[in-house]
């Protein structure tokens, strides 16, 4: 089994929060935000309707039709530019989304592999107020999952500068206001970028003539098994494998998102442990 120095990671069962650093100083740059009395009306946030720009107070954030808007700010390709944008497909919104970084293309295939029902890029700009006069700040997305609405920055952890913290200290206010979670994503736990997207090759709708599928989830039923052994546990064996990694996309299976995936790798059903064994346990046919 590969080793690995953190706790599991249950693909079945993780949210984000288990797969992301996090930047975790927002109390320390809230004394430099203006949230008196009445903040919430002062506080405003500009979206895209219809080709018109419509504000809202933040009191009135949870009553934006989020559905209805585009982008607030559009992004290009250009040569020599800093940063890596594209587009990347989601499974779970059967559509592409822009990016502006490969950290962003990291957090929307994690999105896509955690059920995201939509994302919006650059959903609005939020102007508010601080010690120092007023800003102005457009978060990366937004996102509609499945437990409700996750407002996303995305800033590596070496880049982030003290006007930013201000500006994701006056997010998370308005965030947590409108009821929606808010998380600046600085890095990831180690081997989960890695995994995500060896598993992400087999996510879109798959065929399964020889019904490799259900003899998979079969063996897993009986106990936890190394990745290489569960194939082995099929008719076809190699054919299997590219089924099993279509079924840990979905979380029909779960596997350690914080361990390199091989053959090594412990899989197991949804909703069991994964516990401990000694190599060449699995069941073998």
């Not at 800033?155 to 009821?179: I, N, Q, S, Y």
């Not at 029909?252 to 060449?280: E, I, K, N």
Request: glycine share 8%; charged share 25%.
């Amino acid at each position: 089994m590969s080793t690995r120095t953190g706790p599991t990671i249950r693909s079945d069962e993780c949210d984000l929060t288990a797969l992301t650093s996090a930047f975790a100083s927002v109390d320390a740059h809230r004394a430099r935000l203006a949230l008196g009395e009445n903040w919430t009306r002062r506080w405003t946030a500009s979206w895209q309707l219809n080709s018109s720009q419509v504000v809202w107070p933040v009191r009135d954030l949870a009553s934006v039709p989020v559905l209805d808007s585009q982008p607030v700010r559009r992004f290009t390709w250009r040569a020599r530019q800093l940063h890596r944008p594209g587009l990347e497909f989601m499974v779970s919104t059967g559509r592409l989304h822009g990016f502006e970084s490969l950290e962003e293309r990291d957090l929307l295939r994690a999105l896509d592999f955690l059920r995201a029902r939509e994302v919006l890029p650059q959903p609005f700009r939020l102007d508010f107020e601080h010690t120092g006069g007023r800003s102005a700040h457009i978060p990366d997305f937004l996102a509609l999952m499945p437990d409700g609405n996750w407002l996303f920055d995305v800033r590596p952890a070496t880049l982030v500068k003290d006007d930013d913290a201000v500006r994701f200290a006056a997010t998370w206010e308005v965030a947590t206001a409108a009821g929606w979670r808010y998380t600046v994503v600085t890095g990831w736990r180690p081997h989960v970028v890695g995994v995500l997207d060896a598993l992400s090759a087999r996510r879109r709708p798959r065929k399964d003539p020889l019904g490799l599928q259900g003899e998979l989830l079969a063996a897993a039923a009986d106990g936890p098994l190394l990745f290489g052994e569960l194939v082995e546990a099929t008719a076809w064996p190699e054919l299997a494998r590219a089924e099993a990694v279509h079924l840990l996309w979905h979380r029909r299976l779960g596997v350690d998102l914080g361990a390199p995936l091989g053959d090594r790798s412990l899989v197991w059903a949804v909703g069991r442990r994964p516990g401990l064994r000694l190599p060449g346990q699995g069941r073998r046919s």
